[in-house]
């Protein structure tokens, strides 16, 4: 697949979003069981500020992926089916949840209402979490994508980078977090870690299910294509490659492997340790950007079986 | 549009072409529509549209594509003054040589009426070989003439046919084939198109047909496979033909002096040697059978054998084993091959209870078929062994019996001809005088070397040496020779040459750097060698920069045509088709049909054919004309076969009908006569066909067309060559050995002109071209839909060979001949024999041209074959080689072409290839500098296009 | 069962003229589909909206090669899998025919469709941004105004070798049914469950099987001409040598 930049900023922006969310109701709820002392509201407050930007972002990013996007709000109606339709609704229901999460908040203080709202904000969370990934893993001929690990990996990457920011913020504002919340995120990054090599694992042992035999019908070992019907390429062959060599491939995967795990952790030891947000925003940083090669690699490993009926012109 | 000339449906919108399918009610294409049909709206408003008539611009050169716009009035001035004047004083200064176009009945007339020799379309570059070679051999020929009938074949053979030719017609006919069980072989180097649904593919060396057919007829005859009733009755196989060394008439059959000749151009009265009462005896003699086979004396010593005899001895040693040395083939597969087709001819026998007379009066109560059918193109007949190879294709359909029969090869009228048919040119430069119509036609059929068309010094008359003794059976003229002729002044140098539809500065023209040079070339006095270049075609080209006139034509739907029984009809093989277009849009910008300048001129001019008693215009316009234009005053012969008669209702003959256009438009445009059953078979011998010929004018005889399985015209060329026998014109020493060689009036095999000089461990590969089905000639690329399926070309090399020589899949390679070199991409193929590569015609255009953008595919990674290739060869004379002439000191040469035709040896070309360095352009080469849009033209190209009809306005 | 309209695309007498992409693109681009727009339509690779294009491989090594020109619109899968991903409702299966249509008023242009389809199908249109695809000329095969021999879709309708037919699958009496139990009417990617209702029909081979009896017959016309060997009369024979 030819990776949609649109829809990579949509997914990791987002997935940062629902982490920080989901790091900010992890604080009021371990404040709340008297693990820790409840951080200040503006932690809360702006907190949400901070994770509505991301998801507004992601928002935003979503509309430059559509041909038509004054007609995005149509989007919503498929959502007995279509998992992008459910997307489309579970987002902006998240965002609602994590505006009335901090106005509350802000309002009002923690409290059994921000922390009510901060459960069904969550569930929205991982709802979200759910549908954003369904969306790949749905679609079974995708083999590299049609695997529970899609929507794991969406969602540790998601709570990893979003604790990650989380625990920058908690720096700069609840210093008290700092500890805890670096642990939950070196869990989420290795727990990330972990699911992704696994499907790492998985999508190098793949063998493709559609040949060049089942894709035009004709048994036999030795099939090559001549011609694609056209010479100057076409939407097939626009949207559906990378166009980059397999040495930039490799680039990017281990680039993202250095930049989602073993980078942001040292430096998450080390901000944490410090207390430093700058550093801990460096570390997000960082794993954001090894974040959009991971997506992007994500798209690119995918080999879409139509890619077998464009192969050669002349 | 395209010369197979479907029968289309326009449909508009807001006056604009909303969609164009095919006519269901049309007997060639019967509703399907091609590729390059249903792509008619983009060809209609391409950008590369020429709108106006333009004149180099004054002070500009040739060439540099500066073009100032000029009204059609000042157009016709300039045009009749130039012309009035090479009239008056030696009208063989004007040449008019048109591309494929569909009016060659005009054009021929046109130039006939002027009085000029040198006019020609683009036969001889084409496929004149296999008009020739068979016409020749059956009278009759392959495509609008004739063609397989596959309707009740049951083997059918098809070898080296174009793809984009008689497609709609033929490919409907391969499916129904195909779905009625039938099998079919192709023979081919490449398995594209036609090939890719064949059950057999029998890969083949380009060139080496010739061999494998007279293996094929090896085979055939020694297993006795041959329909021999059809040979001794049909075909001239058991005439006796004169052996003896000193006869004057030594190769000819031995005439029967007692007996009446009735037909001076076609004798009648040949001897055979009767089986049943053992002597001679008259040939077709109903009560007498021939041998076929065998040695015998005459009562006056003469010895004499049949022609069947000298056929067997001929193939003797042309063994299967043999032709798998040059064609690739093994002969284990040639046997197979051979005995499928004789045994399919012999056990799957059709009979049609159709009753009919013979020639010679014998009646018949069926009509037999030979179920194997044959197609062949431009594969065989662009060699310069072509001629030779389709003789031998005609004899190997002949003695399988399958020549107008059901389940064979059918003829198309106004075909079968006599042999050969009659039209001839004038004898010699007498037939050429000013202001004076030419005595005869441009273009005709010798029959003996007395009618060619050369001087008292054996000097060619044309410019194109068509009917010299260089190339004798020239009968389509030698286009491709035109230019390099005019410019090297030999035989002459003309004033004015004007070109219809054909793209003589790109692929039309072999060598075509050089060609291009030529036109610019200016003599001492700075005057162009060609002097005045009028170009008239719908749409820029390479061309049109190298005129000093354009005028700009109107597209297939903005204009009257006639597809005339005249020129090349669309008859069925059940009876005379022809057919009409008329106008659904009107012209263009100030685009005008060729056909109305031709007849404006003419009136102009005062052709006496074009105007009346008092010197006034005869017609109004082409309709005008082709209502009511008479071959001769009152002949009732017309341009239209159809709706004849004040009120149409005569057919073939009548008087002129002021409303034949509509009664046409209201019948599907077409007239189709459909003969009765007993006139569908067996024409060339069938009474009762040839006497109906005869009352329609079809033919001026009614005589039988006797199969030239030995050729009595190549035979009396030779015997000039050898310095006898009945012909007073001898060919000049330095050719006799030529005519002397290829005139053999039995086939046989000789490697290609240019392979017997070629280096063969240098260049060892074959380079050929396909036509894509895609496209039309190189008619296509300014079609916004065609050109993205075609839009850049590769050369096609099998991998072995491509990894022999280190060539990537999609690599950059050169590609070089003899004559020049080539940089291309390359695409491996499992389809093509290894020792060749080909690529697909004419789609790699010139930077600019057809208004694309300079930097299109079809510039920068197409690339054009005709570079590789030489328009001419070295003299075959050493003698006059080094003579020398103009503009090619010390080295005289001929064309790279057929020595009995005259047809371009497009195919016989010798490559190597090698990789191309790495640090070398992505481009192909040679560049042309990029030529800029005319005035006129869209100058501004969209950058995208979204067509919905009927929105403009 | 109701009607599921397809396409039967016979690749024994598919000779790659692309006659069907062209005649589709000319009535398609003024039709109810809107114009189907082409990018540098006269510079360097141009390339445009097509619904049926038709693609050329080679099967097997020389010279036992297969060349297989193959053409390819959209399947009008009975499960497609195109349809329920489509978050507009802008891509749909229509229950009374079958076939699957976009509805471009409804089309956000996500290209989540074209993911979801193994066969590539679906095209984007570059500047109407909506998503389109094979229709099977949905406004030609119900226009009363049309003859009925025309009202089919148009590359059925150009085809010069009739290797696209067009009936309901559904129907076991139709033609298309018939000619894809009788010849082998496959499906693309049946791996995927998608179960496309086009079918291609397989190349088929006919050949002769000659006996060698067929070639030495009593008949023999080189008899007549007293051409077949025959041994010399005076050579030795069993007679010379043997008594018995």
């Not at chain 1, 995120?185 to 042992?205: D, E, I, K, Q």
């Not at chain 1, 036999?220 to 097939?236: L, V």
Request: glycine residues 8%.
């Amino acid at each position: 697949m030819r990776p949609a930049f649109s829809v990579i900023f949509l997914t990791t922006l987002i997935g940062a979003g629902q982490g920080l969310f989901i790091a900010l109701y992890v604080a009021e709820l371990g404040a709340a069981l008297g693990a820790w002392s409840m951080p200040p509201r503006l932690y809360f407050a702006l907190g949400c500020v901070l994770s509505l930007s991301l998801l507004g972002a992601g928002l935003a990013a979503s509309f430059f992926h559509l041909g038509r996007p004054e007609r995005a709000w149509r989007s919503a109606a498929m959502w007995r089916n279509s998992w992008l339709s459910r997307e489309v609704i579970a987002l902006p229901a998240f965002m609602a949840a994590v505006a009335a999460f901090g106005l509350t908040h802000y309002v009002r203080g923690a409290g059994d209402l921000s922390l009510a709202l901060g459960a069904a904000g969550l569930l929205l969370a991982l709802l979200l979490f759910i549908c954003t990934g369904m969306i790949y893993a749905c679609i079974q001929f995708l083999q590299e994508w049609h695997t529970p690990l899609t929507v794991i990996n969406y969602t540790l990457f998601g709570c990893a980078s979003g604790f990650l920011l989380g625990t920058a913020w908690a720096a700069a504002q609840a210093p008290v977090l700092v500890a805890a919340s670096a642990l939950w995120t070196a869990a989420f990054t290795l727990a990330a870690l972990v699911t992704r090599l696994a499907s790492l694992a998985r999508n190098a042992r793949l063998k493709p299910k559609s040949t060049l035999q089942t894709a035009i019908g004709v048994k036999h070992p030795r099939i090559a294509q001549k011609s694609e019907g056209f010479m100057g390429g076409s939407f097939n062959t626009r949207e559906f490659f990378h166009a980059r060599s397999f040495a930039w491939l490799r680039a990017v995967k281990w680039g993202f492997l250095l930049l989602v795990f073993p980078l942001p952790l040292v430096l998450l030891a080390a901000g944490a340790a410090l207390v430093s947000w700058p550093v801990l925003a460096t570390a997000f940083a960082l794993q954001y950007l090894g974040l959009l090669a991971e997506r992007w690699f994500f798209f690119a490993q995918a080999k879409h079986p139509q890619n077998l009926y464009y192969q050669a012109i002349s | 549009m395209c010369a197979c000339r479907c029968g289309i449906r326009v449909h508009l919108r807001g006056g604009e072409v909303r969609y164009i399918d095919g006519n269901p009610g049309h007997p060639l294409n019967q509703g399907v529509i091609c590729a390059k049909g249903s792509s008619g709206i983009m060809k209609q408003y391409s950008p590369a549209r020429l709108t106006k008539p333009l004149m180099r611009k004054p002070g500009s050169a040739r060439g540099d594509n500066q073009f100032v716009e000029v009204s059609w009035d000042e157009t016709f001035r300039m045009l009749q003054e130039r012309l009035a004047k090479i009239r008056s004083t030696d009208p063989k200064k004007f040449a008019l040589f048109t591309g494929r176009d569909q009016m060659q009945a005009l054009t021929g007339l046109f130039a006939r009426q002027f009085g000029t020799p040198n006019y020609a379309a683009h036969g001889g570059f084409c496929s004149v070989n296999m008009a020739a070679g068979m016409i020749y051999t059956l009278g009759g020929s392959f495509w609008e003439f004739g063609g397989p009938d596959l309707e009740r074949a049951k083997l059918f053979v098809m070898i080296g046919t174009a793809e984009d030719h008689h497609s709609n017609p033929l490919k409907i006919a391969i499916s129904k084939f195909k779905r009625s069980g039938g099998r079919f072989i192709s023979v081919n180097p490449v398995r594209t198109g036609y090939s890719a649904i064949a059950d057999e593919w029998v890969p083949i060396k380009p060139g080496t047909d010739g061999a494998l057919l007279l293996a094929l007829t090896h085979e055939i005859i020694h297993t006795g496979l041959y329909d021999r009733e059809f040979l001794a009755r049909y075909t001239n196989a058991g005439y006796l033909i004169d052996l003896d060394p000193n006869s004057e008439m030594h190769g000819l059959p031995v005439h029967d002096s007692g007996r009446h000749e009735d037909i001076p151009e076609y004798p009648r009265n040949m001897l055979w040697w009767d089986r049943l009462s053992e002597q001679p005896a008259p040939c077709h003699a109903p009560e007498a059978d021939p041998y076929l086979l065998g040695e015998f004396t005459l009562a006056d010593g003469t010895p004499v054998k049949p022609a069947f005899q000298l056929l067997l001895e001929r193939v003797k040693d042309y063994t299967p084993e043999w032709a798998e040395g040059i064609t690739g083939i093994s002969a284990a597969t040639i046997r197979r091959l051979a005995h499928e087709m004789g045994v399919t001819a012999r056990d799957q026998k059709i009979e049609l209870p159709i009753a009919w007379t013979d020639s010679w009066g014998t009646e018949h109560d069926k009509v037999t078929g030979n179920p194997v059918a044959f197609h062949a193109m431009r594969g065989l007949a662009a060699h310069s062994n072509g001629f030779q190879t389709i003789r031998a294709l005609a004899i190997l359909m002949s003695i399988l019996g399958t020549i107008d029969r059901p389940g064979g090869f059918r003829h198309k009228a106004p075909f079968p001809r006599g042999i050969p048919p009659l039209a001839k040119t004038p004898k010699g430069p007498e037939g050429v005088r000013p202001d004076t119509p030419l005595a005869g036609l441009a273009l005709g059929w010798p029959g003996t070397p007395d009618d060619l068309f050369i001087d008292a010094d054996n000097q060619p008359v044309r410019i194109d040496k068509a009917f010299s003794w260089e190339y004798p059976l020239s009968v389509h003229g030698l286009m491709h020779n035109v230019i390099t002729n005019a410019w090297r002044g030999d035989p002459y140098r003309i004033d004015m040459l004007m070109i219809f539809m054909a793209n003589m500065a790109w692929n039309s023209s072999m060598n075509t750097m050089e060609v291009r040079r030529m036109l610019n070339d200016k003599d001492e006095s700075g005057e162009y060698k060609i002097p005045f270049i009028v170009v008239c075609d719908a749409f820029q080209s390479e061309m049109t920069a190298f005129a000093d006139l354009i005028l700009p034509d109107t597209t297939y739907l903005e204009r009257h045509d006639v597809m005339s029984m005249l020129d090349r009809p669309i008859s069925e093989f059940d009876g005379p088709v022809d057919a009409v277009r008329v106008p659904v849009l009107p012209p263009t910008g100030q685009c005008k049909p060729f056909q109305e300048v031709l007849i404006e001129l003419a009136g102009r001019l005062k052709f006496p054919a074009f105007v009346n008693a008092d010197g006034s215009r005869k017609y109004r316009d082409y309709p005008d004309f082709i209502i009511n234009y008479e071959t001769e005053p009152g002949s009732g012969i017309g341009f239209l076969a159809g709706w004849r008669g004040k009120g149409g209702e005569k057919f073939m003959q009548g008087e002129p009908n002021p409303r034949q256009w509509e009664m046409y438009a209201r019948n599907n445009c077409v007239f189709q006569l459909k003969l009765p059953p007993s006139y569908q078979y067996m024409r060339n011998w069938n009474k009762g066909y040839h006497e109906w010929a005869q009352r329609s004018r079809l033919r001026r005889y009614a005589d039988p067309i006797v199969i030239q399985i030995y050729s009595e015209v190549l035979q009396k060329f030779r015997m000039a060559a050898q310095g006898r026998g009945p012909a007073k014109r001898r060919p000049p020493a330095h050719l006799a050995k030529r005519i002397a060689t290829y005139f053999d009036p039995l086939p046989f095999y000789y490697e290609p002109l240019e392979a017997q000089i070629t280096d063969a461990h240098k260049y060892p590969l074959n380079a050929i071209t396909q036509r894509p089905m895609a496209m039309y000639h190189s008619w296509d690329s300014q079609n916004a839909w065609l050109r993205q399926i075609h839009a850049h070309n590769y050369l096609f090399v099998n991998p072995a060979l491509a990894r022999a020589h280190g060539i990537d899949d999609g690599g950059w390679i050169w590609v070089e001949s003899m004559w020049g070199k080539v940089r291309c991409m390359a695409r491996y193929s499992e389809a093509v024999e290894p020792g060749t590569v080909w690529t697909w015609n004419a789609i790699g255009k010139a930077a600019g041209a057809w208004n694309l953008a300079p930097g299109a595919n079809e510039a920068e990674l197409g690339f054009l074959l005709n570079h590789l290739i030489s328009d001419e060869l070295p003299h075959p004379s050493p003698a006059v080689r080094a003579a020398g002439g103009e503009g090619s000191p010390g080295e005289q040469r001929i064309s790279n072409s057929d020595p009995v035709t005259g047809q371009a040896g497009w195919y016989d070309v010798r490559v190597r290839i090698y990789a191309a360095g790495a640090d070398e352009a992505e481009q192909s080469w040679p560049q042309v500098a990029a030529v800029a849009a005319l005035p006129g033209m869209d100058r501004a190209r969209k950058t995208w296009l979204a067509f919905v009809a009927g929105k403009k306005k | 069962m109701s009607k599921q309209l397809a396409l039967v695309i016979d690749l024994n007498v598919c000779v790659g003229c692309h006659a069907c992409v062209t005649s589709c693109k000319e009535w398609n681009t003024s039709g109810e589909a809107g114009f189907l727009s082409d990018d540098n339509p006269y510079a360097r690779d141009p390339t445009g909206t097509f619904f049926n294009r038709v693609q050329t491989f080679e099967v097997g090594e020389f010279p036992n090669t297969q060349t297989v020109h193959f053409p390819k619109s959209c399947l009008h899968c009975e499960d497609p899998p195109c349809v329920p991903v489509c978050p507009t409702g802008a891509s749909y299966k229509r229950a009374e025919d079958g076939i699957v249509l976009v509805d471009y008023d409804k089309c956000i242009g996500c290209k989540y469709c074209a993911w979801a389809c193994p066969y590539g199908a679906r095209e984007i249109d570059e500047h109407q941004k909506v998503m389109k695809k094979c229709t099977l000329c949905v406004d030609r095969i119900y226009d009363e105004l049309l003859p009925p021999a025309d009202r089919q879709p148009a590359c059925v309708m150009a085809c010069p070798t009739s290797a696209r037919l067009f009936g309901d699958v559904h129907d076991p009496e139709s033609a298309v049914s018939k000619v894809i139990r009788d010849s082998g009417g496959y499906a693309l990617m049946p791996e995927w469950g998608t179960h496309p209702a086009n079918h291609y029909l397989p190349r088929r081979k006919t050949e002769i099987t000659l006996h060698r009896d067929e070639l030495e017959r009593v008949d023999n016309p080189l008899k007549i001409d007293g051409k077949l060997p025959k041994p010399d009369v005076r050579s030795p024979s069993l007679d010379d040598s043997t008594t018995w």
